[in-house]
């Protein structure tokens, strides 16, 4: 890990010095505020947003506006220059030109209810912007996977247990596979309760023609 100098610790960082961190995984991990304790295994690489850093074991970064944590020496450090918005809409900004496809957050979900709504909006907001963005999943505090997101397409699922899908937008979804009850062309408007309560028995495969969650 770098050490910390000028060039790595930035009020205003530019697009450059957020591309010069970019790890060029397919698969990476934001630890936010909120979680229960130290991560265990999150998914590597990973960067710590505000309080996370107290929970994320070894980040690549830091990025936030320190009312939640403070601003580490050891590592890069984006501190936000605005309160125009929230801290995981600045990282995600920031990391919207790196390479990664997938998103797991941890830390995110729990706490203020505002704050959590905000979560889900903002990963819902950047499956808009970034078509390259595949999927997201928010864990809970035992780490658990909790709320999916996946963008606009076909996506196979092994669902176990009671399923219901969360519409950020108006979406049209297909249901088909081990469920209860499948659906074709379902229409939902904006956190419509057409989807929910469903219950997953093995493959399931869910069709969309726009972002959409999954409540497990």
Same mark, same amino acid.
């Given at each position: 890990?770098?050490?910390? /100098?000028?060039? /790595? +610790?930035?009020?205003?960082?530019?697009?450059?010095?957020?591309?010069?961190?970019?790890?060029?995984?397919? /698969?990476?991990? @934001?630890?936010?505020?909120?979680?229960?304790?130290?991560?265990?295994? $999150?998914?590597?690489?990973?960067?710590? *947003?505000?309080?996370?850093?107290?929970?994320? $074991?070894?980040?690549?970064?830091?990025?936030?506006?320190?009312?939640?944590?403070?601003?580490?020496?050891?590592? $890069?450090?984006f501190?936000?220059?605005?309160?125009?918005?929230?801290?995981?809409?600045?990282?995600?900004?920031? *990391?919207?030109?790196?390479?990664?496809?997938?998103?797991?957050?941890?830390?995110?979900?729990?706490?203020?209810?505002?704050?959590?709504?905000?979560?889900?909006?903002?990963?819902?907001?950047?499956?808009?912007?970034?078509p390259?963005?595949?999927?997201a999943v928010?864990?809970?505090?035992?780490?658990?996977?909790?709320?999916?997101?996946r !963008?606009?397409?076909?996506?196979? @699922?092994?669902? /176990?247990?009671?399923?219901?899908?969360?519409?950020?937008?108006?979406?049209t979804? +297909?249901?088909?596979?081990?469920?209860?009850?499948?659906?074709?062309?379902?229409?939902? +408007?904006?956190?419509?309760?057409?989807?929910? +309560? !469903?219950?997953?028995?093995?493959?399931?495969?869910?069709?969309?023609?726009?972002?959409?969650?999954?409540? @497990?």
């Amino acid at each position: 890990m770098p050490p910390m /100098t000028e060039k /790595t +610790s930035h009020k205003n960082p530019t697009p450059e010095d957020w591309r010069a961190l970019d790890p060029g995984a397919e /698969t990476i991990a @934001l630890v936010g505020p909120v979680a229960a304790g130290k991560i265990a295994s $999150p998914i590597a690489p990973h960067i710590a *947003i505000d309080g996370g850093i107290d929970f994320a $074991p070894a980040p690549l970064l830091w990025a936030g506006d320190g009312d939640s944590g403070v601003m580490p020496e050891d590592i $890069p450090a984006f501190l936000k220059p605005t309160q125009e918005e929230t801290d995981l809409r600045f990282c995600l900004n920031g *990391i919207r030109a790196w390479r990664w496809q997938n998103l797991h957050l941890y830390g995110f979900l729990g706490g203020r209810r505002d704050h959590e709504l905000a979560n889900l909006g903002e990963v819902h907001a950047e499956m808009l912007a970034r078509p390259a963005m595949v999927s997201a999943v928010f864990h809970d505090e035992t780490d658990a996977p909790r709320i999916l997101f996946r !963008n606009r397409g076909a996506h196979e @699922l092994e669902l /176990t247990a009671r399923f219901s899908l969360l519409a950020l937008a108006p979406v049209t979804v +297909s249901i088909a596979g081990k469920c209860e009850y499948p659906a074709e062309n379902l229409a939902l +408007s904006t956190l419509s309760g057409q989807g929910i +309560s !469903n219950i997953g028995r093995g493959a399931v495969t869910i069709v969309a023609d726009a972002p959409f969650g999954i409540i @497990l």
